[in-house]
């Protein structure tokens, strides 16, 4: 399914030459009849010779309606360049060229049209020669040239026949699988609802799935689609579609949104482009300018940023970050126009190379010049790298997605930043890995590996007598997501420089040594615990007398075992209550507090704490004034 589009001044027969095509005026408006002047975007589809469908998209050709025209041209496959033969090259033939330029909608074939009002063969060369001249230079210097009247029909196959031609040596746009319709016309049909129309610029709509508008965010559900009023099931990538949307109101969609899958896309008021300034602009594009910004079927005004220079002259080129006054919905390799608001004029275009950059740039920074020309001229290897470097630490699929490549090249891409050992797989997968696995650039990875042992450096030159800090206070000091810090801190204990010990990680071969104060201390309390295993002091009794820090040091060392917040035993004591316990049960089915109480001699305060933490263990079950054992 193709679509081309016409371009050219006003007057100069296009919505005649389109009626004499297809059999149907593509002026649907009164005014537009009774004026006999296209206003806005008119539509009409034919066969070409073969059979193949063809739709196509009538622009307008005052300068009035400029704006009109470039909703509907950003999404055709070719053109027919409009001169009428009785007028010849006229000033908006000049700007709908060198709008055709800046899109790059590179094929197509220039009519002249009018032959029948123009009888002498030597004024029509004339007027072929000057067409010629006109596009030397642009997209359309190799076009061809069909003559033809739409009043008498002459020429009118040889037109079939070279628009054939030229939509043959075209390949079809790459369906990268995320459907994009950017809506160009909204209508309400009795009985049925909201239409909304355009070119489905990538991936396919099907009967009866949730589909939304962006960047309004409203959804709604397909209940019919059409192309060329037919009614289809599933419309296709680079066709004309007429979706009709349950759930939603006409008035509630405008021109210049964005019909998608949800969750595919998301809108941005940020975008990095590459800008080329026309040659005959009438002024500088100085940095701060306010503009109108045209991509697919969005009109929205921007704030120019200019990036590594202060102004740029007519016909140079340079990078941009347009601050938006709206969000809309771009994807790198858009095709874009920019305008001067007041007094109107075409500035320039160029492609879009970052529709989501992670912030403001600093307007000369090098890096940042660097990397949109990465963007824009990369390999696909290139490409895909530069989208981690935007994104960090993400599923494979997502950068695949904002590199915007195809299958065959993400693929391609994607294993030749793994042979080269500049991407890290983060997660354990297939050899092949999937497109959900974490991943991240090897730079970044080394740079977050070097944060996580700074960290644990200071942490532990600052905290001597702990034997490693809680896994938590890491992931919250490296500001790292649940997902990324257990990926990571499996990556780095497999890597050997990180040791795990239950909650508490550490750098390998970290140990808590005690100096001779510290150490005499612990036996001093110690021998406390060896002359009243049951009657011990309690944990504040511990802290007081050794101090929070070396108190911790000792459960880090196993020297205590803490079983409640007032309750703590000397590691061999509480490894012997347990077997104390462990036989009372091989004889009996049922424990009491005042049996272990007595087998203790001790108060019921020790007995109550030890029990209620074999219950939080597991181990055994209170029932009434009973517990029972659970597992050994």
């Known amino acids: 399914?193709?679509?081309?589009?016409?371009?050219?001044?006003?007057?100069?027969?296009?919505?005649?030459?389109?009626?004499?095509?297809?059999?149907?005026?593509?002026?649907?408006?009164?005014?537009?009849?009774?004026?006999?002047?296209?206003?806005?975007?008119?539509?009409?589809?034919?066969?070409?010779?073969?059979?193949?469908?063809?739709?196509?998209?009538?622009?307008?050709?005052?300068?009035?309606?400029?704006?009109?025209?470039?909703?509907?041209?950003?999404?055709?496959?070719?053109?027919?360049?409009?001169?009428?033969?009785?007028?010849?090259?006229?000033?908006?033939?000049?700007?709908?060229?060198?709008?055709?330029?800046?899109?790059?909608?590179?094929?197509?074939?220039?009519?002249?049209?009018?032959?029948?009002?123009?009888?002498?063969?030597?004024?029509?060369?004339?007027?072929?020669?000057?067409?010629?001249?006109?596009?030397?230079?642009?997209?359309?210097?190799?076009?061809?040239?069909?003559?033809?009247?739409?009043?008498t029909g002459e020429g009118l196959p040889a037109l079939l026949d070279a628009l054939k031609t030229v939509l043959a040596q075209q390949p079809q746009r790459a369906d990268l699988g995320r459907a994009r319709l950017p809506v160009d016309r909204v209508f309400t049909i009795a009985g049925f609802g909201t239409v909304v129309t355009g070119t489905l610029a990538d991936g396919q709509f099907k009967l009866g799935e949730e589909v939304e508008l962006l960047p309004s965010g409203l959804r709604g559900r397909v209940r019919g689609l059409q192309t060329h009023k037919k009614k289809e099931q599933t419309a296709i990538q680079g066709s004309r579609v007429a979706v009709n949307i349950s759930g939603l109101d006409a008035d509630?969609?405008?021109?210049?949104?964005?019909?998608?899958?949800?969750?595919?896309?998301?809108?941005?008021?940020?975008?990095?482009?590459?800008?080329?300034?026309?040659?005959?602009?009438?002024?500088?594009?100085?940095?701060?300018?306010?503009?109108?910004?045209?991509?697919?079927?969005?009109?929205?005004?921007?704030?120019?940023?200019?990036?590594?220079?202060?102004?740029?002259?007519?016909?140079?080129?340079?990078?941009?970050?347009?601050?938006?006054?709206?969000?809309?919905?771009?994807?790198?390799?858009?095709?874009?126009?920019?305008?001067?608001?007041?007094?109107?004029?075409t500035l320039g275009g160029g492609v879009v190379v970052d529709p989501h950059p992670a912030r403001r740039h600093r307007r000369h920074a090098e890096e940042v010049l660097q990397r949109l020309e990465t963007l824009q001229e990369g390999a696909p290897a290139e490409v895909l790298q530069t989208a981690f470097y935007a994104l960090g630490a993400v599923a494979i699929r997502e950068a695949v997605a904002r590199a915007r490549l195809s299958a065959e090249q993400s693929e391609s891409a994607l294993r030749e930043l793994l042979e080269s050992g500049q991407l890290v797989v983060l997660e354990a997968g297939s050899p092949e890995p999937r497109a959900d696995?974490?991943?991240?650039?090897?730079?970044?990875?080394?740079?977050?590996?070097?944060?996580?042992?700074?960290?644990?450096?200071?942490?532990?030159?600052?905290q001597p007598l702990r034997k490693g800090m809680p896994r938590e206070e890491l992931k919250s000091r490296l500001k790292l997501a649940p997902r990324l810090f257990n990926a990571a801190a499996r990556r780095w204990v497999a890597d050997g420089w990180l040791a795990e010990n239950g909650a508490l990680v550490a750098l390998a071969g970290h140990a808590l040594r005690l100096n001779p104060q510290q150490a005499a201390a612990l036996e001093r309390l110690l021998a406390r615990f060896a002359a009243a295993p049951w009657a011990c002091p309690s944990v504040k009794e511990c802290q007081q007398e050794v101090g929070e820090d070396l108190y911790q040091a000792a459960l880090d060392l196993e020297m205590l075992v803490q079983v409640s917040p007032d309750v703590v035993f000397r590691k061999q004591d509480y490894q012997r209550l347990l077997e104390m316990v462990k036989a009372h049960f091989q004889r009996e089915a049922t424990l009491t507090v005042v049996q272990l109480r007595d087998m203790l001699n001790t108060s019921r305060k020790y007995v109550l704490g030890f029990l209620e933490h074999l219950d939080a263990l597991g181990v055994t079950a209170r029932d009434g004034d009973f517990r029972r054992l659970r597992r050994p």
């Open 1 to 151: 399914m193709r679509v081309i589009g016409t371009a050219g001044h006003v007057d100069h027969g296009k919505s005649t030459l389109v009626a004499a095509l297809t059999g149907t005026h593509p002026d649907r408006l009164k005014e537009e009849q009774a004026r006999e002047m296209t206003i806005d975007l008119g539509f009409a589809w034919m066969n070409l010779p073969g059979g193949e469908m063809l739709g196509i998209v009538d622009v307008p050709g005052h300068r009035d309606f400029i704006e009109n025209m470039l909703a509907g041209v950003g999404g055709i496959d070719a053109v027919m360049f409009v001169v009428a033969a009785d007028e010849g090259v006229m000033p908006q033939t000049r700007e709908h060229l060198a709008i055709l330029d800046l899109l790059q909608i590179d094929h197509g074939v220039i009519v002249l049209t009018k032959i029948d009002m123009t009888p002498d063969p030597e004024w029509l060369e004339l007027v072929a020669a000057d067409a010629r001249a006109a596009v030397q230079g642009t997209v359309l210097a190799e076009a061809p040239i069909v003559p033809v009247s739409a009043k």
């Open 252 to 345: 509630q969609v405008r021109r210049g949104e964005v019909l998608v899958h949800p969750g595919k896309y998301r809108p941005s008021a940020l975008i990095d482009v590459q800008f080329r300034l026309l040659g005959d602009a009438s002024a500088p594009l100085r940095h701060n300018t306010e503009v109108k910004f045209f991509t697919g079927s969005a009109e929205v005004l921007a704030r120019v940023r200019l990036l590594g220079v202060e102004e740029l002259r007519p016909g140079e080129e340079g990078w941009l970050q347009l601050d938006l006054r709206e969000p809309l919905v771009a994807v790198r390799g858009d095709r874009y126009i920019l305008r001067r608001p007041s007094p109107s004029e």
């Open 437 to 462: 696995l974490l991943a991240l650039l090897r730079p970044a990875w080394e740079e977050l590996r070097a944060r996580a042992e700074r960290e644990l450096q200071v942490f532990h030159q600052v």
